[in-house]
């Protein structure tokens, strides 16, 4: 059995820790583990052309695993008696991480910028499949911190 059915990959800056989640098509519901789940991440240089690696990026590699059997009865899949296509739709999506606390919970791997990105695949069950690849929801960063500074004013 494949356990790569999915491979994801992301170009980021050396030294940076990356992560993937998966959700259901709203981008809030955890997927299921039983129906989908990472298989496994890498980090690997990034060719910028077919003899140079990049010094400054790499790539972020994820490949997902889709347990088939396990599809039917999940939220991530629908199914159309009428057309006979079959429809898996979840969201990926991709955090890099500052590694150090910065929002005080007393964890690093503090998520400083993420990417979601909607996958959608529909398996005609008489012909062939098609994937829909909807990468539109670039978000700001979970938290937000507070910064003051204290000096003197003299009036003249």
Same mark, same amino acid.
């Given at each position: =059995?494949?356990? /790569?059915?999915?491979?994801?990959? +992301?170009?980021?800056?050396?030294? /940076?820790?990356?992560?993937?989640?998966?959700?259901?098509?709203d981008c809030l519901t955890e997927?299921?583990?039983?129906?989908?789940?990472?298989?496994?991440?890498?980090?690997?240089?990034?060719?910028? %052309?077919?003899?140079? $690696?990049?010094?400054?990026?790499?790539?972020? $590699?994820?490949?997902?695993?889709?347990?088939?059997? #396990? !599809?039917? #009865?999940?939220?991530?899949?629908? +199914?159309?008696?009428?057309?006979?296509?079959?429809?898996?739709e979840m969201c990926l999506r991709?955090?890099? +991480?500052?590694?150090?606390?910065?929002?005080?919970?007393? !964890?690093?791997?503090?998520? $400083?910028?993420?990417?979601?990105?909607?996958?959608?695949? #529909?398996?005609? =069950?008489? /012909? %062939?499949?098609? =994937? +829909? $690849?909807?990468?539109?929801?670039?978000?700001?960063? /979970?938290?937000?911190?507070?910064?003051?500074?204290?000096?003197? !004013?003299?009036?003249?």
């Amino acid at each position: =059995m494949n356990d /790569r059915e999915i491979l994801v990959a +992301y170009n980021i800056s050396k030294g /940076r820790s990356a992560g993937l989640e998966l959700y259901g098509s709203d981008c809030l519901t955890e997927a299921e583990e039983n129906v989908i789940s990472v298989f496994h991440t890498q980090y690997d240089p990034l060719f910028v %052309d077919s003899t140079q $690696i990049s010094n400054t990026h790499e790539a972020f $590699i994820a490949y997902v695993d889709v347990h088939t059997t #396990n !599809l039917t #009865n999940s939220s991530i899949y629908s +199914y159309n008696e009428t057309t006979n296509v079959g429809t898996v739709e979840m969201c990926l999506r991709v955090d890099l +991480y500052l590694d150090e606390d910065v929002d005080g919970d007393g !964890l690093a791997w503090d998520s $400083i910028s993420f990417h979601k990105t909607i996958l959608t695949i #529909n398996i005609d =069950m008489a /012909r %062939d499949f098609s =994937m +829909y $690849i909807q990468a539109d929801e670039d978000e700001e960063s /979970r938290f937000s911190t507070n910064a003051g500074v204290e000096y003197d !004013l003299s009036v003249g």
